[in-house]
C-alpha cells in the first residue's frame, strides 16, 4: 500500500520514494521540463500513475511562473454581444490549454481599473473589452496590465494591440439606408455615457449630417439594454422621426416591442435598426435590420493576439480593424408618406 504524506494525500514525497528519486525530480518532471533523462522520466510517471498522484494546481502555476488561465472584463455579460466574444475567446483559448476568468463591472466604469487589477494578478494575460473608463484611466493602468489586448479602445502604451469595430462608418451605412427609403427624419437612441463605441457612433452621424444637411437628425438619450428601448418610446414618438437608430439591436428590441404595445407597425408607421447582429436579431418580428459586426471572431482574435503577447512571439501584434456590414431585413420600409388635408 502506498505511503501517504501527513495531510493523507499522496503528494511529490510519495511519488519519489516509489520512483526512486529526489522530490526535484519529479517536480521537473511533473511541470514538462524535458531536461530529465527520459528513463528517469517514464518511472517517475509510472510512480505517478500508480499512486494516482493529482498535482497541486496552485503549487505548479507557483513553479512556472503562469496560471494557465486569462481575464476578460467586460461591461455587461448581461449583453449577447460580449458574451458571443466570450464564446469566441473561450474556445479559442482552450483549444491551448487555457482557460478564461470573466470579470463583469456592470457598467461601472469606476470598477473596471479595480476589477482588471485583480483580474490580471490572477492570470497570465487580460483583455479588456469595451471598457468605460476615460482614456486618462486607461493610459494610466495600461502598461500596469500587459500583456493586454483592447476590444473596442485603443491605448497608446506600447505592445498592446487593438481590435476596433469601425462603428462610426457603420452607423453611417444605416442613416444611408434609411435615406434611401425616403427618411428625411431620423433619431439616434445613444448608449451609455463614456462608451467609446457610442462616441464613434456619434463621429459617424456628424460626418452624416455634414454631407446630408437636408436630413433632421435628433440625439436622443439611450443605453444599451432592452429596458432602454422599450422606455424610449414616448421620446421616439415626440421626435417626429420615422426612422431610428438604435445603438445596439436590444434597445431596437426594445423600441420595437414599446411601438407593438402602442399599436404601432415596423415599418409601416416607423423603421427601426439595430447594431451588432445579435442572434437574436434575425428571428425578431419582424426581423431587424442591422449592422452586422463578426463578434465572435474577435473574441477568437483577442486570444490570437494575448498568445502571441504571453508567448513572447516575434514582433507586436498588429492589432485589427474590423468593418461593420449592413444587413438589411424587414424592419425598414419606405417612409410613410405624410398625411394631407383635402379642403372642400
Not at 26 to 47: K, L, Q, W, Y
Not at 90 to 102: C, E, K, N, P, T
Not at 326 to 342: H, I
Amino acid at each position: 500500500m502506498a505511503r501517504k504524506s501527513a495531510s493523507g494525500r499522496i503528494g511529490i514525497a510519495d511519488v519519489a520514494v516509489k520512483a526512486g528519486v529526489s522530490h526535484a525530480t519529479v517536480s521537473r518532471v511533473m511541470n514538462g521540463n524535458f531536461t530529465v533523462d527520459p528513463e528517469i522520466a517514464a518511472r517517475v510517471r509510472a510512480a505517478a500513475a500508480e499512486l494516482k498522484y493529482q498535482p497541486n494546481p496552485v503549487g505548479r502555476s507557483l513553479a512556472l511562473g503562469k496560471t494557465d488561465t486569462i481575464g476578460i472584463v467586460v461591461p455587461d455579460l448581461a449583453n449577447p454581444t460580449f458574451q458571443a466574444i466570450l464564446r469566441g475567446l473561450s474556445r479559442a483559448a482552450a483549444q491551448d490549454g487555457y482557460r478564461v476568468l470573466i470579470a463583469d463591472s456592470f457598467e461601472v466604469s469606476s470598477e473596471e481599473s479595480i476589477l482588471a487589477g485583480e483580474a490580471r494578478r490572477r492570470c497570465d494575460g487580460l483583455v479588456l473589452c469595451a471598457p468605460r473608463m476615460s482614456d486618462a484611466e486607461l493610459e494610466e493602468i495600461a502598461p500596469s496590465l500587459h500583456p493586454l489586448v483592447l476590444i473596442n479602445r485603443t491605448t497608446a502604451a506600447p505592445g498592446v494591440p487593438s481590435l476596433v469595430v469601425d462603428y462610426g462608418q457603420g452607423v453611417q451605412d444605416i442613416a444611408e439606408h434609411l435615406v434611401e427609403l425616403g427618411h428625411a427624419r431620423l433619431a439616434f437612441l445613444a448608449g451609455p455615457h463614456g462608451s467609446a463605441s457610442n462616441d464613434m457612433r456619434l463621429k459617424g452621424l456628424e460626418a452624416f449630417m455634414a454631407a446630408h444637411p437636408h436630413v433632421d437628425v435628433t440625439m436622443l438619450e439611450g443605453g444599451s439594454d432592452f429596458d432602454t428601448g422599450h422606455e424610449a418610446v414616448d421620446a421616439v414618438l415626440a421626435s417626429g422621426a420615422t426612422g431610428i437608430l438604435a445603438f445596439n439591436d436590444l434597445v431596437a428590441m426594445g423600441l420595437m416591442s414599446g411601438l407593438h404595445e402602442r399599436g404601432l407597425e415596423v415599418p409601416g408607421d416607423i423603421s427601426v435598426t439595430g447594431f451588432d447582429d445579435i442572434p437574436f436579431a434575425r428571428y425578431t418580428t419582424p426581423a431587424l435590420t442591422t449592422g452586422a459586426v463578426p463578434i465572435t471572431e474577435l473574441g477568437e482574435q483577442a486570444w490570437r493576439q494575448l498568445r502571441a503577447l504571453i508567448r513572447k512571439e516575434g514582433d507586436e501584434p498588429p492589432g485589427g480593424w474590423y468593418q461593420p456590414r449592413l444587413e438589411v431585413r424587414a424592419s425598414t420600409g419606405p417612409a410613410k408618406a405624410p398625411r394631407t388635408t383635402v379642403h372642400g
